[in-house]
């Protein structure tokens, strides 16, 4: 009956805790049942926070707990719980901001810095691999678990919990004294212990002061939270020296750190010293060969590595999977040496290995046969040859041709040409089979043809039906072979023009019908022109060929059926003598209608156009008339082929490549006046009319002060425009000013002695002063010159009047 009335008051204090767990500690009126041994660690978080949202400390939350209940002892406890949960939230973030691995594993290491270089001077040396790559460094896996028997030391942080009916947790660092300090336990020796003798150790001392651990309701749980740094030597690396490295690091970690062995250095006989022995001999073959990491032990503080020089070194060239430079044992074969460059690849000669060896004087070649690599011993500086295979056959036979699998076959003694026709699957419906040939490479390596009679050697005549040879080329004929290409042409007014295959009995419809038919513009003349061939010549005979006129309907592609095509045959498709498609011009500006008009026929004239378009307008300038005619291609090219001498930065290169069309001026007045006038000129479809409208205005352009449009004025003339627009600027050539006229005209001013004959100026002209030309000035060295030529003439002078 007791038992159940402990048990029922137990539950109660547990209830009314949690309830009271739940709710603001500050806000709580009775906190005389909380026992903070039962509290968890989310109950201890909670608290924390509600702490933090009252922008309290715990220190101020003290008197408020103690007058709503709350034991001092008990307040003790609660204090404790959270200044440690504070420490370890700090930690972690602390750790969290280095370490990735500590928010997922609750481990870390201090960071270790080490430069290394890479080396690549012995980059043949079987191994160096293994410490020239940037992304291979051996470091220790803080994942794992604690390793079995690692030793504690100074550095190392212990992460040490108690949960069950009582909980504790902290991270406690091991003292430089080799002692954790475990608050209401005391301190305890730990340095040199393996983690397993510890934990009990620790465990022992936890027991005598929290009796739950001793009743077993608590458990205790000892880890490694952060490992120490260890310092080792590396003596003989290619960066030797004194390196900070984590207390779980391996030699391969250390070895990598050091740039692996020196120029010089062992990669078989590493030694690992500790405590002034030798602890261990590392081979790094067992772990590159076989994968045996049995060498790759845990270093201890103050360990030395030394790689020694090696003893004896080999070179292995040629067809082997890893050429390079291997380091050999006492006793190790020509056998192990090619496990080391893992065998021979593909296309090794194996039956013998060239050997070329080094005695005091001089050099030595020797040959190692297949039979004695497992006892051939290599000797240092030995470099072994490993050739290739010959680029030969020995059983290889080959048939080409009208055969129906043409390929390479497996030779056999005493195979026959009927052996090989029949491994080809037979001769081909086209095959020539009155003789075949066979290219033979005699023994002298000369080759000879010997021809066949298939026919009697598929009828068995073993006369015919000869033996083959290694490397037999034979060649089955096609009657197709004989054959030549026979070609027809065909041109003119079908879709596709062009050269045909001939076949026989071709017809000409059959051509027109291959080639698309014939166009809308052929007519019914065909002609066929076909070779003449004869085996006399006759001079009297002028003719070259033999011409055919045939008639055919246009409008109709089945036609000519009977006409039977000859090899080499010549059609011409004739076009209509008339088909021409309605051709246009354009006319715009001051007409009545402007827009686009067919060219009723081959003389339209611009006049006829004109009045087409309704005539000239009341605004239109009559002076200012002009066609702009498209250039064609060919003539673009004729005028880019000219050679005008012009240099590299001339303009006038970049404005013939924008020509588009040529200007043809209009005088309206004289086509008005006299139909037949040369200004009435036959259009071409294409050709644009322009009719400016009048414009009282005078365009200046070029190397002017302003660029500007100058109202015409009737008597002025050119120099009256210049000026009113500032005149020339000092780049300006202004005698060689020149106007547009608006029908497209120009005109230049022109001198004659110290008089200037300015063009007269009409409206809407453009008057153009262009740039001055560049000269280049004398140097004083060139005038120096000029002036000794003209002293020595001088001279000269007045000698030969003496």
Known sequence: MKKIAYVLTLFLVLVTSLNVYGQDVLKSKDLSTIKVDYLSQ???????????????????????????????????KLKIR????????????????????KAEFGRTQEKIVNNKVKDSTNAL?????????????????????????????????????????????????????????????????????????????????????????????????????????????????????????SSLATVYNALHLAGGPGKNGSYRNIELIRNNKVFKNIDIYRFLVKGDQSDNVNLKDNDVIRIPAYSERVKVDGEVKRPGVFEMKKGETFSDLLNFAS?????????????????????????????????????????FRVTKILDR?????????????????????????????????????????????????????????VNVDLNAALTGDLNSDIELKREDVVTVYSILDFREEYKVTIDGEVKKPGVYDYVENLT??????????LTGSASKRVEVARMVKSDVINDKDPKRIELLQLEISSDNNEQAKNFILKPFDVINIRRIAVYEKPQMVTISGAVAYPGKYVLANKKEKVYDIVMRAGGLTTISNVEGMKIKRPIKKDELEKLESVDLNLSKNDSLKEKLADIKFSTIPINWEKIEKDKDHY????????????????????????????????????????????????????????????????????????????????????????????????????????????GSVLTSLALLIVTAFK
């Open 42 to 76: 989310d109950d201890i978080a909670k608290i924390s926070a509600q702490l933090k949202s009252n922008n309290m400390t715990i220190d101020e939350a003290e008197p408020i707990a103690i007058s709503k209940g709350m034991s001092q002892e008990e307040f003790e």
């Open 679 to 786: 200004s009435n000129v036959t259009l071409f479809p294409g050709d644009e009319i322009e009719v400016a409208v009048y414009n009282e205005g005078v365009k200046v352009t070029g190397n002017v002060l302003l660029t500007s449009e100058i109202p015409y004025r009737s008597g002025k003339g050119f120099k009256y425009y210049i000026n009113a627009v500032g005149g020339v600027n000092n780049k300006g050539w202004k005698r060689k000013a020149y106007i547009i006229y608006p029908n497209g005209k120009a005109d230049v001013t022109k001198s004659f002695l110290f008089f200037r004959a300015y063009p007269s100026v009409e409206p809407d002209s453009q008057i153009v002063v262009p740039e001055k030309p560049e000269t280049k000035k004398m140097s004083t060295g060139e005038w120096v010159s000029i």
């Open 125 to 245: 040396i079987f191994g160096s691999e293994l410490f020239d790559t940037p992304n291979l460094n051996f470091e220790p896996d803080l994942k794992l678990a604690t390793p079995v028997n690692y030793i504690l030391g100074p550095g190392d942080e212990l992460q040490i919990s108690i949960y069950g009916v009582q909980e504790f947790s902290a991270s406690i660092p091991v003292s430089t004294e080799g002692r954790i300090s475990i608050q209401y336990v005391g301190q305890i020796a730990v340095a040199g212990m393996p983690i397993e003798a510890a934990t009990q150790k620790i465990k022992a001392a936890i027991a005598n002061v929290y009796s739950t651990v001793r009743s077993g309701q608590s458990q205790v749980s000892v880890s490694l939270n952060q490992i120490r740094t260890i310092k080792i030597t590396v003596i003989g690396g290619k960066q030797p020296g004194n390196y900070s490295i």
């Open 393 to 449: 056959f020995e059983n290889r036979i080959k048939i080409e041709g009208a055969v129906f699998r043409p390929d390479y076959y497996s030779f056999t003694e005493g195979m026959r040409i009927s052996d090989l026709i029949a491994r080809a699957e037979g001769l081909k419906e086209d095959a020539y089979s009155k003789r075949a040939r066979i290219i033979r490479l005699k023994s002298d390596l000369t080759v000879e043809i």
């Open 508 to 517: 000409l419809n059959d051509l027109i019908v291959q080639v698309g038919g």
């Open 343 to 383: 065998g021979f690849n593909e296309f090794a000669y194996t039956a013998s290995v060239n050997v070329l060896q080094k005695t005091g004087k001089e050099f030595k070649v020797h040959d190692i046969n297949e039979s004695d690599f497992s006892s051939y011993i290599p000797h240092s500086g030995d470099v």
């Open 82 to 101: 959270l200044n440690a949960m504070s420490n370890s939230s700090t930690n972690k973030n602390n750790s969290l901001d280095k370490d990735k691995t």
